[in-house]
Structure formats: structure tokens, C-alpha cells
């Protein structure tokens, strides 16, 4: 199989500022009258009413919010809402916001896109349906090879272990920074990485991050939950397939500063005096990354600003081809991380006109201001992982700015260093008045041959001494 990587151009800089929650005052949501909530056992995270035949609709997203609802309020779907039978049931509130829903469910064909607010974990849309077979295309069960997008989880595994941006690593034909390996979709360079550290722990980065699950070479789900890593190996971590939604998921964090908020689809649970259920469980967050970590990802993936309307973003495309062509994007703004898929789409079709109808959407309706991101960090070491083997071109760009590296000592020849032996031994000359030093003092060793072992230690780095 053969990878297409691509990515957006660095651009601009500043501080972050983060939206965190969905806002929900309940006694503003619109109804009929404009006073409350409409009757209906689903709603909007506005109030109004979902359609009535959603659940049959959506079977896999109704079927997400009813194992949300029982694990969270103890509460079963014959306990809902419902006009005839249960008047005083109970009615959901749900996280999907309806401009981003209605303009997701405009995608045709097998494509699928998800969208989840930065900070609080709230799917605000989710949106995918197989054609022929009406499957879920952007859940666990139907997950799809990222290729290129999964580069910032491997990145977010170097910087996490101490390596900076500016780290460099081993490419099929040149040595690269850990920045340019993604932002270029240097695929060897990102084997590189991800070898260094190992597919457990770029795995535990990843489940950190937000994604629950990975399908393996033959296809069958792994819960990354439950560390089952055998038979992964790191230089196919693009192959194997992820949900779309856990993608959505793992770019929020890093929007939200390295914080990790579980995605969920229950904003509240109200009773028939509209007063609001306490779960028993709440939503999951955790510190999944440094700020200086997440910090650094969103600089890797700056987009050109112009992009979506003078404002900053970061976000990785990629297109994998299998039997098919599959185009990924998933980026974000501070407000929202979006998550785009499709499969054999044409052009225009793909990942990233499905990220943008959502961004767009989501910007003009919420109102999202534009946010500058705060540029690179600075943090970590510049590290030489994966080229101090040997693999490093002694004629590149990193040894000609550190030719004192110990990786790049192999960039002289053979003549150079005895050149250079014999400059070192001339300060420790005892007569160098001697007019003919090779003739009147035989017995001094010749420079060729005093330092063999110096010689043959500064040529193990590198092949072609």
C-alpha cells in the first residue's frame, strides 16, 4: 500500500484561550412558546426537539447516548419522554448543536465527520452512515487507516520523552527536524520516531489522547484500554485503522493545552419541572500532555491563516491508498476540533471540504472569535534520535550547523584527521627548532601512525570514511 501524505504550511503566532463546556441555561433554552425546553425524550444542546424518528435514523449515535445515559444517570430509554406513554418522563439534553448536525448530514456517500469542543470532551456533531449497509463509518466499529494524521501522536510521544521540535531524526535521504517530519509527511522519518520509542508507548500516548481503540493487520479491534499491543509494530501505525471520533478526540486535547476531556453526548437529563438530573458519573479529564507539549503539536500543524478567515488553525491531511482512496483532515481552532473522512471521493469530496463545511458552520453560527496560537515553546532538547547510529549524512544540514557533534564526526576523511592528529601533536613538539624533523629525529612517530586508534574511532559513525 502507498501513502500520499500532506499537510498545511506553518504560519502566524500567539496566545491560546480555550472554550470549555457546552453553555446550557435552562431557562433561556427556545421551545414553542420561547420559555423552555420542547417536549421530546432527545434534544439540542439548544432545546429543540431532535426529529422523532432520530433514534431509528441514527441507530449506532442513539445507541451511544442510551449506554451513556444508563452509565452515567442510572437511566434506561423506557424512562424517556414520551408523549402518550411516559408525559413526565425524562428529557435529554444533548451535546450535538444543530447548525454543525444538519450541515454534517449533508455528506454524501461513504464519509463521515465528527466534531468535539476543546476542554469539555462535547460531541457537537457526529455524522457517518454506510450507504448500502447504514454501519457507523465514524465509530469504533468501523474504524479507517490514518496514515499522515496519526504524525502528531507520534510527535506528542518524542516531545513527552524530552526531545524538542527542532530534534533530528533519520529520513530515507536526508536527516530532518521532528517539526519538518510532520508538517513535510516524512513518513521514514516518522518510522524513525516512532521505532526510538516504541509502538507501547506511543500506544499509551495515543489511548492518553483519546483514542480508545486500533484495528490490527487482520482487521480485529484492540481496546487500548486494556494495553493488548501484540503484534503492532511501530513502523505501521499509519495502517492500522482508527475511529474517526477518537481522532477528533486526540486533536482536542491538544487544542485544550494537553488536557484530555472524555468525549460524551449527554449535556443534562431534566425532569418534568425542568430541573436537572445530577449524574452519577461524571465526565472523565485528565492531563494527557505537557502545555509545552501540546503547545509545540499546534505550532507543527499551524495552518496558513487565510485558510478560514484570518484566523489561526492546526491540522495534518492525509490520503491513504488502499483499494480505495481514503483522504483524511482533522485539525482545530481553540473552540473545536474537527475530525473529516472519506472513501473514494473525487475532488472536492474529500477530508478537507468536510472539514470545512463544519469549521465554517461552526464559526458563523457560534459566533467563534478568532484566536491566535502561541508558537513554538522552546522546550526540550535538540536531540540526534535515530541518527547517531550512523545514518546521519555527515554533508547535511545538521552537521553543517553542529560539526562538532559527536554524530557528525565521521564527516572527515581519513586524510582530514590525520591532519587533524598531527595539528594536536604539534603544541606538544619538545624541539621544534628542529629544521628537519623527519631526518635528524628519526624516532619521532610520524603522524600517520601515532594515533591509529583516534583515526578509527572518528570513522565507526559514518560508512564511507
Known amino acids: 500500500m502507498q501513502f500520499t501524505r500532506m499537510h498545511l504550511a506553518v504560519g502566524g503566532a500567539a496566545a491560546l484561550v480555550l472554550a470549555v463546556g457546552v453553555s446550557i441555561v435552562l431557562g433561556n433554552l427556545p421551545g414553542d412558546d420561547g420559555a423552555g425546553t420542547e417536549d421530546a425524550a432527545l434534544l439540542y444542546n439548544d432545546g429543540r426537539a431532535l426529529p422523532a424518528d432520530f433514534p431509528d435514523t441514527h441507530t449506532a449515535l442513539a445507541d451511544r447516548v442510551y449506554a451513556e445515559l444508563e452509565a452515567r444517570y442510572g437511566i434506561t430509554p423506557d424512562q424517556l419522554y414520551d408523549a402518550d406513554a411516559r408525559p413526565d418522563g425524562y428529557r435529554v439534553v444533548l451535546t450535538l448543536d444543530k447548525a454543525l448536525q444538519d450541515a454534517a448530514e449533508e455528506?454524501?456517500?461513504r464519509a463521515g465527520v465528527v466534531a468535539v469542543e476543546p476542554g469539555s470532551?462535547?460531541?457537537l456533531c457526529y455524522a457517518g452512515t454506510d450507504p448500502d449497509t447504514g454501519a457507523d463509518l465514524v465509530g469504533a466499529a468501523s474504524p479507517h487507516p490514518p496514515s499522515a494524521v496519526f504524525d502528531m501522536i507520534t510527535a506528542a510521544t518524542a516531545l513527552e520523552a524530552g526531545a524538542s521540535i527542532e530534534s533530528r531524526w533519520a529520513d530515507e535521504d536526508a536527516d530532518v527536524t521532528l517539526a519538518q517530519a510532520v508538517s513535510e509527511g516524512r513518513g521514514d522519518a516518522m518510522d524513525t520516531v516512532a521505532g526510538e520509542y516504541g509502538v507501547e508507548t506511543v500506544l499509551d500516548t495515543a489511548n492518553g489522547m483519546g483514542l480508545?481503540?486500533?484495528a490490527d493487520a487482520d482487521g480485529a479491534v484492540r481496546d487500548l484500554a486494556a494495553g493488548d499491543y501484540t503484534g503492532l509494530t511501530a513502523a505501521d501505525l499509519g495502517t492500522y485503522p482508527v475511529p474517526v471520533v477518537d481522532m477528533a478526540s486526540v486533536y482536542a486535547t491538544i487544542a485544550a493545552g494537553g488536557t484530555y476531556a472524555e468525549t460524551h453526548f449527554v449535556a443534562a437529563v431534566l425532569d418534568s419541572g425542568d430541573r436537572e438530573i445530577e449524574p452519577g458519573q461524571g465526565v472523565r479529564t485528565d492531563r494527557a500532555l505537557a502545555e509545552t507539549t501540546a503547545q509545540d503539536l499546534q505550532f507543527i500543524g499551524l495552518g496558513e491563516s487565510e485558510a478560514i478567515e484570518?484566523?489561526?488553525?492546526?491540522g495534518v491531511a492525509a490520503d491513504y491508498h488502499g483499494q480505495t482512496t481514503e483522504s483524511w483532515f482533522v485539525g482545530a481552532i481553540p473552540q473545536l476540533s474537527v475530525a473529516a473522512w472519506s472513501n473514494g471521493g473525487g475532488e472536492g469530496e474529500g477530508g478537507v471540504a468536510l472539514w470545512r463545511t463544519v469549521i465554517d458552520t461552526a464559526i458563523e453560527a457560534n459566533g467563534y472569535e478568532a484566536e491566535d496560537l502561541p508558537g513554538a515553546?522552546?522546550?526540550?532538547?535538540?536531540?540526534?534520535?535515530?541518527?547517531?547510529?550512523g545514518s546521519v549524512d555527515p554533508s547535511g544540514e545538521y552537521c553543517r550547523s553542529n560539526p562538532d557533534d559527536a554524530a557528525c564526526g565521521a564527516s572527515t576523511s581519513p586524510s582530514e584527521a590525520e591532519s587533524s592528529s598531527e595539528a594536536e601533536?604539534?603544541?606538544?613538539?619538545?624541539?621544534?627548532?628542529?629544521?628537519?624533523?623527519t631526518t635528524s629525529e628519526p624516532e619521532e612517530p610520524e603522524p600517520t601512525t601515532s594515533e591509529p586508534e583516534e583515526t578509527t574511532s572518528e570513522c565507526t559513525t559514518w560508512p564511507f570514511c
Open 107 to 109: 455528506t454524501t456517500g
Open 310 to 314: 484570518d484566523r489561526d488553525f492546526f
Open 425 to 437: 601533536e604539534e603544541p606538544t613538539e619538545e624541539e621544534p627548532e628542529e629544521p628537519e624533523p
Open 212 to 214: 480508545t481503540a486500533i
Open 377 to 389: 515553546s522552546g522546550a526540550g532538547e535538540d536531540l540526534t534520535g535515530g541518527i547517531d547510529d
Open 121 to 123: 470532551g462535547a460531541v
